[in-house]
C-alpha cells in the first residue's frame, strides 16, 4: 500500500494553538494524523486529543453533502437539496438585486473565525470578494462577536500594546506562574507541559478562579475566588504590596507614571514645558520630569499648578480600600492567604501573571485586567524573561502581505457601518436597519447562534433579511438559521497556509474535496463570476500564498512559496530567542511609561482601577432575588467552542454535558445527582441533568461549553446569556477612541457575567 | 534485546487528565469503539468530581493499560496459549488461538484486558509494530505532558519520530 503524507494543521485551532499535524493517506483515504515536527525546536511539537481525532470531522457521516435551500420557516429544519448552480444562481440573482435596490453596502459578509484555519479560506477569500463586491456592515469595532479582547484592552491602556506577549515556553524562566481566569490544562493544552516543566524546576503554581478545574488540580496554590471579584483580590495585593514596601522603587520611579504630578482639579497629569512634571525634593519645587534631580513617589503639593498628587500616591489611597480583610468579604478569601500571596508574589523574581480570557468574561473586567498588568510592573516583572503579565494569545511577528489578497488594485473595499463602536452595537444598528440596511448576510465558517449568544436575538436580527447564507462543513445551529446552506471544504481538502506565531505553516491538501463539497475559493470565484466580479478571481492559491509572502517586511525575507512548499514549516526571520516585550524599558503609552494612572480614562472614573460588582452580580443586581446563582458555561478538553463537540470519539472521553451543581445548593433545591433540571433566567431555559459536584462553589453553577443542543433535553445553555445587540452588555471605555482606534483590544460579549435559577424537571 | 524488558511509566504528576493517550490509542490500533488505553482519576464520587470539600479539593489523574508484567497472570489463566511475552517483555495475544472465553479477563489485576467486536482479547501490544521500527509506541509519542515514558529505552523528544 503507498502512502503519503501531507502537511496541515488541527482544524479545532481556536485555542490559537494551530499544532503543526502530519496527515498519512492511503488509497486517497485519510487513515491518521500526527504531530509533526519544528524544524530545529523539538520542544514545539504538539498535538492533543481534539487534533488525533481530526479524521472524524472529516469522514463524519453529518458532514453537509450538497448544498441545501431552505424549504420552511427559518429554523425549522425543512431543506431541499439543490444543485451548486442553482444555489449560487440563487446567491447571484438576490445579489444583485439588492445592490439595484439598496447599494452594494447591504450585503454584509462574516468570514472569520477562529475556528476555520487558513489564511486564505478561512478569511482572505471571503475578505477580496466583500472589497470587489463594496459590501457593508463592517463594525468600527473590530469583533463581530465573542472576542475575547478585554486582557488587550487593559494592556493597551495600561502599557501601551494590545499584542505584547511572552511566549507559553517563558514560563520555564518563572519561580512563580499565576494563572489568572483560565484553565490551560484543558484549554491550552499544549502550554501546560511548560507549566509542568517550570514546576518539576521548582517554580509555584498558583490558579486564581472560582472552579476547581485540571489547572487547579495541579496548582501548588488554588486561590478560590467568588466569580467576576478579581480587581479586588489585585487591588489588595497592591495595598499589600505598597503597605510592606515590596516593590520595586527603581522600577516604579523610572518605568511608570508613578512620580507624576496629577492635579486635584481636573485629574490630569501637571505639565511643564510640555512634560508630565513631578516634585522635585532637592528643588522643593515642581519640574519637568527629566529635570528633577530627585522626583518625589508619595505625596501631596501645592506646585504653581494648583494642588496635585503623585501618581503613585493616588493608587496607593485607592488600593488602601482594598484591605485584605474588606477583599476578603467581596472575593471569599481568607484575608491572611491574601496577605501571604502577596508576599510570595513580589518575593518570587521573576514571577510572571498570566491572564487567560475566562477572566475577561464580565463586564467590568478591563478594570480587573489592569489592576492585575500594575501588580506586574510594581515588582518588576515587566520586561523581563519569565515575567510579565502578558495577553494570552501569541500575535505573530510575522507580516504577511494580507492587503494585497484582500483588497485587489481596483476594488471599492468593504464600508463601515457608522455609530458601531462595540458589536452589540452594531447588531442593534442592523436589526433596527440604521443607518442602512443589511439585506443579504453570509456567516461562513462561523457558529455564533450556539457559541456567542442566545437564539432570540438573532432571530430578531435576522428578520428584516432577504437572504441569509451559511457555509460549514456541518448543519450547525447556526447553519440551521439560513436559507440557503453550503457545504465546505475541510482543511485537508484544500491548500492553503497559516502563520502560527514564530512559524509559517503550509496546509496541504491530502484528499479531494468528499461529497459535493467545495472549497472557500471556488464558491467566492463563481459568485464573483456571476457578479460581473470574475476578474478579481482568476488566482490558485499558490498565486496567493506569493502575494502573501512577498510582504518584503523582514520577518518574511527570503522565505518565498517555494522554500515553504519545500520545508513546510519554516520559522520567520525573528530574533531567537523571541524578544521580551518592553525589556528595554520602551513603552507605546502617551507618556512613554506604564499608565496605572492612566488620565485618559478620568471622564469615565475609571483612571485607576478598582473593583465594581458585575452586571449580573448575586449581591447588587435586582435579578438576584429570581436568579441567585451565577450561571457558568466554561470550556472542556474535547470541544473548541462547538468544534469536535459532535464527534463521537470526544463524547466517548467526555461525560455528558451535565449542570454541576453544588451539593449544598441541590439539597436546597431537592435535586440529587443524576435528576433531570432545568436551569433558567428572564432570557431562556435548558434542561440537563445535574452532576453534584465540589467543583464549583456554591452560589454558581456551570455547564460546560460546546455541546451541541442535539445533547441537551431541551433548550440549550446558551439560550441563557445575553444577547449580542444587548446594550447594557457594553462598557463604555471600551467603546472609546483608544481602544476603538487600536487593531486587536475591543469590546465583547460578557459571557460569564448571567444569572439563573435552577429547579427540579 | 533480550535483556530489555519494555513496559510502560507513568507519571501522575504531569498527568492532566486530557485522555489525548486514549485517542492516541484509538487512532495508532485503529479502534473505532473503546480504547487499549484508559485514565483513571483520583477524586470524588463521580468520574470527574474532586474529593474533598470547596474549596479543600484535591483531583488526579493517571494513565492506565497493560503493564507487560514480567510474569503474566493472564499468560498463566490462558487456557489455549493465545498470551506470550516476547523476549523484549513486550505481552501479545495471539488472536488466531484467542477462542474469546475471558478468563485473561478475569485473571487481570488491572482490567487491562479488552475485547474486539467479534469478542477476541486484545490489549496495548505497546505499539509493537513502532517498536519493531525504532519508534516509541504512539501514546508515548503524543502524550503531551510527557506522563507517558517508555521504560526500557531512553526517551528523546528531540529526534524525528514519525512515519
Known amino acids: 500500500m503507498t502512502e503519503k503524507v501531507f502537511y496541515n494543521t488541527c482544524p479545532a485551532a481556536g485555542c490559537h494553538q494551530l499544532c503543526a499535524l502530519k496527515v498519512h493517506v492511503e488509497e486517497g483515504r485519510i487513515r491518521k494524523v500526527e504531530s509533526a515536527d519544528y524544524p530545529g525546536d523539538p520542544a514545539a511539537r504538539s498535538v492533543c486529543l481534539k487534533g488525533l481525532a481530526a479524521p472524524r470531522l472529516v469522514y463524519h457521516s453529518d458532514r453537509l453533502k450538497y448544498p441545501l435551500k431552505r424549504i420552511g420557516e427559518r429554523g425549522e429544519g425543512k431543506w431541499q437539496r439543490i444543485s451548486w448552480d442553482e444555489a449560487l444562481d440563487t446567491i447571484a440573482a438576490k445579489l444583485l438585486e439588492v445592490k439595484e435596490k439598496y447599494g452594494s453596502q447591504s450585503v454584509k459578509i462574516m468570514a472569520a473565525s477562529s475556528s476555520h484555519v487558513g489564511v486564505l479560506m478561512g478569511r482572505l477569500m471571503a475578505a477580496r470578494f466583500a472589497n470587489a463586491w463594496g459590501a457593508g456592515g463592517v463594525f468600527e469595532a473590530k469583533s463581530h462577536w465573542l472576542a475575547d479582547m478585554r486582557v488587550p484592552a487593559a494592556s493597551l491602556l495600561t502599557l501601551g500594546d494590545s499584542g505584547q506577549t511572552h511566549r507559553p515556553r517563558d514560563v520555564v524562566h518563572s519561580k512563580m506562574i499565576i494563572v489568572w481566569g483560565g484553565n490551560p490544562a484543558e484549554t491550552h493544552i499544549p502550554n501546560m507541559r511548560f507549566i509542568l516543566d517550570a514546576k518539576d524546576q521548582g517554580a509555584k503554581l498558583v490558579v486564581i478562579g472560582p472552579l476547581f478545574d485540571a489547572t487547579a488540580a495541579k496548582a501548588d496554590r488554588w486561590i478560590a475566588i467568588r466569580p467576576a471579584t478579581d480587581a479586588a483580590l489585585a487591588m489588595a495585593m497592591i495595598h499589600v504590596i505598597i503597605r510592606e514596601g515590596l516593590y520595586d522603587r527603581d522600577y516604579v520611579m523610572q518605568h511608570t507614571v508613578a512620580p507624576f504630578l496629577v492635579s486635584e482639579k481636573d485629574g490630569r497629569f501637571l505639565r511643564q514645558d510640555g512634560k508630565p512634571a513631578v516634585w522635585d525634593e532637592t528643588a522643593q519645587e515642581s519640574r519637568p520630569f527629566d529635570a528633577a534631580a530627585l522626583p518625589a513617589l508619595q505625596g501631596t503639593f501645592n506646585t504653581g499648578g494648583g494642588a496635585c498628587k503623585t501618581a503613585f500616591h493616588l493608587l496607593t489611597e485607592k488600593a488602601a480600600y482594598y484591605t485584605p480583610e474588606r477583599a476578603e468579604e467581596i472575593i471569599g478569601v481568607p484575608a491572611e492567604e491574601i496577605r501571604s500571596l502577596a508576599r510570595e508574589y513580589a518575593a518570587a523574581k521573576p514571577a510572571t501573571i498570566r491572564m487567560y480570557y475566562g477572566v475577561s468574561r464580565t463586564l467590568n473586567s478591563t478594570l480587573s485586567c489592569r489592576a492585575m498588568i500594575i501588580l506586574a510592573a510594581l515588582t518588576g516583572n515587566i520586561g523581563v524573561p519569565g515575567g510579565g503579565a502578558p495577553v494570552p494569545q501569541v500575535f505573530s511577528p510575522i507580516v504577511l502581505d494580507e492587503q494585497a489578497v484582500a483588497n485587489p488594485p481596483g476594488a471599492p473595499g468593504v464600508q463601515v457601518l457608522p455609530g458601531t463602536p462595540s458589536s452589540m452595537r452594531g447588531w442593534a444598528a442592523i436589526r433596527e436597519g440604521k443607518p442602512y440596511p443589511i439585506k443579504v448576510f453570509f456567516n461562513a465558517y462561523r457558529n455564533d447562534l450556539q457559541c456567542d449568544g442566545h437564539l432570540e436575538g438573532y432571530r430578531e436580527i435576522f428578520a428584516p433579511m432577504e437572504l441569509v447564507v451559511v457555509s460549514d462543513i456541518f448543519m450547525t445551529r447556526t447553519a440551521r438559521y439560513a436559507d440557503i446552506v453550503l457545504p465546505d471544504a475541510t482543511i485537508y481538502e484544500r491548500d492553503d497556509m497559516v502563520v502560527n506565531g514564530d512559524y509559517l505553516q503550509l496546509l496541504e491538501k491530502a484528499i479531494e474535496p468528499l461529497h459535493e463539497a467545495r472549497t472557500a475559493l471556488d464558491v467566492w470565484s463563481a459568485l464573483a463570476e456571476r457578479v460581473g466580479l470574475g476578474e478579481y478571481f482568476r488566482h490558485t492559491p499558490q498565486d496567493y500564498m506569493r502575494m502573501l509572502l512577498a510582504s518584503g517586511h523582514p520577518s518574511v525575507d527570503g522565505i518565498t512559496f517555494e522554500r515553504l512548499e519545500a520545508e513546510k514549516i519554516v520559522r520567520g526571520n525573528l530574533p531567537s530567542p523571541p524578544e521580551i516585550p518592553f525589556a528595554r524599558g520602551n513603552f507605546p503609552t502617551p507618556s512613554g511609561r506604564i499608565e496605572f494612572y492612566n488620565e485618559s480614562l478620568v471622564e469615565f472614573g475609571e483612571e485607576l482601577p478598582f473593583h465594581r460588582e458585575t452586571l449580573e452580580s448575586p449581591r447588587r443586581s435586582p435579578l438576584a432575588g429570581r436568579y441567585p446563582l451565577i450561571f457558568l458555561s466554561a470550556k472542556v478538553r474535547a470541544t473548541m467552542h462547538s468544534i469536535m463537540a459532535n464527534v463521537d470519539w470526544m463524547q466517548e472521553v467526555s461525560e455528558e454535558p451535565l449542570l454541576h451543581i453544588n451539593p449544598a445548593d441541590a439539597q436546597k433545591r431537592a435535586v440529587a445527582d443524576g435528576d433531570w433540571v432545568v436551569a433558567f433566567n428572564d432570557r431562556g431555559r435548558v434542561k440537563l441533568k445535574a452532576r453534584l459536584s465540589e467543583a464549583v462553589p456554591p452560589g454558581t453553577v456551570n455547564v460546560p461549553h460546546g455541546w451541541w443542543p442535539e445533547r441537551f433535553a431541551e433548550g440549550h445553555y446558551s439560550d441563557l446569556l445575553h444577547r449580542i445587540d444587548d446594550l447594557t452588555t457594553i462598557d463604555p471605555v471600551l467603546e472609546s477612541e483608544t481602544v476603538v482606534g487600536d487593531s486587536r483590544a475591543c469590546s465583547g460579549l460578557i459571557h460569564f457575567d448571567c444569572l439563573a435559577e435552577v429547579v427540579k424537571a | ?163
Open chain 2, 1 to 163: 534485546m533480550g535483556d530489555r524488558q519494555y513496559s510502560l511509566a507513568f507519571d501522575e504528576r504531569r498527568c492532566i487528565g486530557c485522555r489525548t493517550c486514549v485517542i492516541a490509542c484509538k487512532v495508532e490500533n485503529q479502534l473505532e469503539a473503546g480504547s487499549w488505553m484508559r485514565v483513571l482519576t483520583r477524586g470524588g464520587a463521580t468520574a470527574e468530581s474532586p474529593a474533598g470539600t470547596y474549596p479543600g479539593l484535591s483531583l488526579s489523574w493517571q494513565p492506565d493499560t497493560c503493564r507487560h508484567c514480567p510474569d503474566p497472570p493472564c499468560r498463566e489463566a490462558c487456557p489455549s496459549g493465545a498470551v506470550y511475552k516476547r523476549p523484549d517483555g513486550i505481552v501479545l495475544i495471539d488472536r488466531e488461538k484467542c477462542t474469546g472465553c475471558r478468563i485473561c479477563a478475569d485473571a487481570c489485576p488491572y482490567d487491562a484486558i479488552r475485547f474486539d467486536p467479534e469478542g477476541y482479547a486484545q490489549k496495548c501490544t505497546l505499539c509493537s509494530h513502532r517498536i519493531d521500527r525504532g519508534l516509541e509506541p504512539f501514546c508515548v509519542k503524543e502524550c503531551i505532558c510527557g506522563a507517558i515514558r517508555l521504560k526500557g529505552i531512553r526517551r528523546t523528544r528531540s529526534t524525528e519520530n514519525g512515519e
